[in-house]
């Protein structure tokens, strides 16, 4: 069994069971489907759906869908692909609109209390009134309207008969308050806007915090889990559950019935916990939303954007971003990630789990002369070094080889292990070969290598174990596949991008060098992977089979990690 992780939110849940607080745990995850999720939503998903789940209890995924003007069943979509892509389920898929009806007569009900009022000041002047942090806030002008005054209007703004802006329903607390969110909230807004789940339905829509205290309560969520903004909101959230109060009436969810919908009262608890912050990227629905529609990267699934579907196209796994965010943990700290961090977790995910393969991403031909014309033989690799349940392969070999460009060197600089000419050089699982020959064309770049290859020195033989400095990676010219292979890397070039100092903005620091696409060459047990197979390339780095382009007989590869880290060092 995995063990029972140690964090404060975990100690809450363990108390509230032991205590009898709770019979059973129930969280729910809440985007609002108004973009991709991101990297950062990882640590809520696993928050949310982990701990319900090491502790016997469920968790509901609900879209939290009260601002129809930025909403799209695309991303409805999306939210749930990427999430069961992390390998989490939800008890009950939900919307915070199917909630519409519900918190419309909670809102009746706040005004026959006499808890909440039908103010007709417009923004601006709401916010006026509001106060500032060291001054307190100006009663509303409308705030003492009859009870019968405020239901007619909370009912003729309901019935359409208002324009965007002209009034809202605002809650009674406390213009005094040293706590601004609980400085007369609004509660509802008017918004002629079509809704991506309830349509035309409503001309009115509920605020954040209302909408989202009353979906727990519904829900008979026990513990609702939030990143640390929300702290501050924590007393409205609780006065929104106390003055509704869902448990003991009943009339008030009547409409969920007539939908089919279960209703499970519960007091739900708040417990917020810090985001998690990445350097060299951006984490915010709204920039990534601006680099998908400038144009600054090919859509929500460009490997190099921080969204689920990015960095899934670029080649992480669900393994290792789990594993990224339970070592990070839970704290109520703010603190900033080196990406280097989380690409550290992939290359240990990876390293245990892809099997490896050759290809040559910048090649230079190199024809061992001494084999006959039309040489080909099989030589049998292992997949993986450390995991013999890989299995093995064959790979071709034959006469003309691809070799990189890089492992050879006419002058070589000190210290130097690889080709040089009349040097000799292992070739990985082959043998060892000399460089005899430096082949130019007109311009006198090296088009070609000639040389020999020992045959006393194959797999097995006494003279494979000759000394020899440096080994590198080759596949068979005739075998190989052509690739295109596209190297990612970090998408900012800067580790503060959103630093917005000299009047730049996060624009303007990306980096150039984000993508380069090269033409290379694949052993064929490489061009035959399925799409979204990872691999580590010999001597490289990872790469995975890309999710939409690639094919058998048109591979494409996507870098998603050096073998090693370069920007640190
Ligand atoms: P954004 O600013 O990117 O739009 P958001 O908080 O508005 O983020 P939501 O869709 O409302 O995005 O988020 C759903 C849940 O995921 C919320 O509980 C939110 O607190 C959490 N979440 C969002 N971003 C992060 C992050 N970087 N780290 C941890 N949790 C996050
Ligand atoms: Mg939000
Ligand atoms: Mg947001």
Redesign the pocket.
Known sequence: ATPVRQDFIRQIVRDDLAAGRQQAIKTR????P??Y?????T???WT?FGIAAEFGGVCNLRL?DTNPAKEDPEYVAAIQDDVRWLGYDWHDLRHASDYFDVLYLAGEKLIKQGDAFVCDLTAEQVREYRGTLTEPGRNSPYRDRSVEENLDLFRRMRAGEFPDGARTLRAKIDMGSGNINLRDPALYRIKHVTHQNTGDAWPIYPMYDYAHSLSDAVEGITHS???L??EDHRPLYDWCVDKVDLAHHPELVAPLQAKGLPFEASKPRQIE?????INYTV????K?MALVQENLVDGWDDPRMPSLQGIRRRGYTPGALKLFVSRLGLSKQNSMIDFSVLENTLREDLDAAAPRRMAVLSPLKFVLTNLPEGHEESLRFSNHPKDASFGERDIPFSRELWIERDDFAEVPPKGWKRLVPGGDVRLRGAGIVRCDEVIRDANGEIVELRGTLDPESRPGMAGADRKVKGTIHWVSAQHAVPAEVRLYDRLFSVADPDDDADGKTYRDHLNPASRTTVQGWVEPAAATAAPEQSFQFERIGYFVADRKDHRADKPVFNRSVTLRDTWSA
């Open positions: 995850f809440p985007p609002e108004n973009g999720l991101h990297i950062g939503h640590r809520a998903i949310d939290d889990l939030c990143t903004e929300f916990f810090s985001r998690l912050n984490m915010s629905k709204r990534l």
